[in-house]
């Protein structure tokens, strides 16, 4: 079980709760305080005077006061207006993780929102009710409006929810879980859609699979080392010394680990004087998408543990202000530039595809197969990873730097987070399937070498890959075989596999 208390949370432990199917509890010392929070919202009610979103309207709306008679019904027009997402759902696991950030954040006790509402929010998780939210229309401020929204209004008994794999209206997925619906009250609705967790939901999900990734491609690059026979002064740990990134210093490390003990690569004569920059500076290259990783991680982390709606409460001393947390700049910046990063892990990773394949710079068989011409080996997989490193080049064009009014220009510069974070998920995928790729066609190009020279940890990897798919020895349908390495690397099993002679890689 894991516990909420709107601090000290990181995104790899939601993801693996929910990946685990791991239930959520909730702090009771700070329920206490998010009740604190509730008590200033009926005091703000009972004196009258005028507050953003408890008794006023939203955005553009927000001079157009609202009788105490009606702030219940406000909350809930809130929540149906708001209702109008398009596009393909998100999976259950972005909609979970949704939940479980978005409670956190209101467990901070300054969002005016009782406690038995934060409990059924959790509640859904626990009980697998997932509903379905529409994985466009949110601009990233005032927050993922729109995706919140989907996702609050199964709370009250609307909208969709899968239970148990069925796709229900959002109250007989309540009833079929044993759980009631809520009537919101002031400052309810907006509490729990003013905020960021859309975005950062993905954020969270794509940085835990990122960084197997990461180091699924050190895996990756150590095997095309050995079997092109890369020269390892490259990766000497006292060139590296005198740059001093951080990142370029690990990947390094790791090469040197992965690669130790290898007869293919340490221990010859290299009848060049020099590598391919796609074989010489992967520490560099590597390195640097390792930095901007660990600040990603950084900005993510502190998103999840902070409160990004509007107005915030400020019970110990009775004040309300009304600012702009629900912005998501921090996030939109920091999501473009992990995309930017991986993509380039893919575009080098691609290069040395091409450089397994080609015969003019490999020294192997045209396209890793003997009877070439008869047979086109993996000249086409080439082609693929071109495709997608050229489609990341379009999806890396940064999300952020755009910006639509909003709000009858009240809301007149938007981060366009929630589109970094789609963008970033397709990078991702993409760049999984080149790492795939690169491996197949590395262990391809090892059938041509003396696989007992090589390293334990890269034999280590070989032979699991190899246990998926067989030596090619003519041409075959691929597809399958390039989704088979794809599972090993997604699922961290590539990893394992060198990590398991290496002790680790960092």
């Known amino acids: ?291 901007a990783y660990s600040y990603v991680e950084q900005v993510i982390n502190t998103e999840i543990n902070s409160v990004t709606d509007n107005p915030i409460l400020f019970p110990e001393d009775g004040q309300v202000i009304s600012a702009g947390n629900f912005h998501g700049q921090p996030v939109a910046l920091a999501l473009d530039f992990l995309g930017i990063a991986l993509a380039e892990l893919g575009n080098i990773s691609e290069r040395r595809i091409e450089r397994l394949v080609n015969p003019q710079l490999s020294g192997l068989p045209p396209f890793l197969t003997r009877e070439s011409g008869l047979n086109s080996g993996y000249m086409i997989v080439q082609y693929t990873a071109a495709a997608l490193v050229s489609e990341n080049k379009v999806l890396a064009h940064p999300a952020s730097v755009d910006s639509i009014p909003t709000s009858a220009n009240q809301e007149d510069h938007v981060s366009m987070g929630s589109i970094a974070a789609r963008k970033l998920g397709s990078i991702l995928a993409n760049v999984q399937n080149i790492a795939a790729i690169e491996i197949l066609c590395a262990c391809q190009a090892l059938e041509f070498s003396d696989r007992s020279r090589m390293a334990p940890a890269t034999r280590a990897v070989y032979d699991l890959v190899r246990s998926a798919v067989p030596p090619l020895e003519g041409d075959r349908f691929l597809e399958p075989e390039i989704k088979a390495v794809r599972d090993l690397v997604v699922s961290g099993q590539i990893l394992k596999a060198a990590a398991g002679q290496v002790g680790q890689v960092d």
Do not use: W
Not at 10 to 31: N, Y
Not at 87 to 94: A, K, L, T, W
Not at 102 to 128: T, Y
């Open 1 to 291: 079980m894991l516990k909420l208390s709107g601090s000290n949370l990181s995104g790899h432990e939601v993801v693996r709760a929910i990946r685990q199917g791991k239930t959520f509890s909730l702090d009771t010392k700070q329920l206490e305080k998010a009740a604190k929070a509730r008590e200033l919202v009926l005091r703000l009610l009972d004196e009258g005077s005028p507050v953003y979103g408890i008794n006023t309207g939203f955005g553009k709306l927000a001079d157009t006061s609202i009788s105490p008679a009606s702030v219940a019904e406000l909350q809930r027009n809130l929540i149906l207006s708001h209702s109008c997402g398009v596009g393909e759902p998100f999976s259950g696991e972005v909609v979970k993780t949704m939940i479980i950030l978005r409670a956190n954040a209101l467990m901070k006790g300054h969002s005016g929102i009782r406690p038995e509402v934060i409990r059924l929010l959790v509640e859904l998780v626990n009980q697998n009710v997932i509903p379905v939210v529409p994985s466009q229309g949110s601009v990233g401020a005032s927050g993922d409006l729109v995706p919140l929204a989907h996702m609050s209004a199964v709370l009250i008994g609307e909208g969709e929810a899968y239970y148990r794999d069925q796709r229900l209206p959002g109250a007989k997925a309540l009833e079929r879980a044993g759980l009631a619906p809520v009537q919101l009250e002031a400052k309810e609705g907006l509490a729990l859609i003013n905020g960021t967790q859309a975005m950062t939901a993905q954020a969270v999900l794509a940085l835990y699979d990122s960084e197997i990734l990461l180091k699924t491609s050190d895996v990756a690059s150590s095997l095309t080392m050995e079997a092109l026979h890369g020269i390892p002064d490259s990766l000497d740990e006292r060139v590296h010394a005198l740059r001093a990134h951080r990142g370029q210093m690990l990947v390094a490390s790791n090469l040197r680990r992965l690669l130790s003990g290898s007869d293919l690569v340490y221990g010859r004569t290299h009848p060049r004087i020099q590598d391919a920059y796609s074989l010489r500076c992967i520490p560099q290259v590597h390195g640097a998408t390792r930095d």
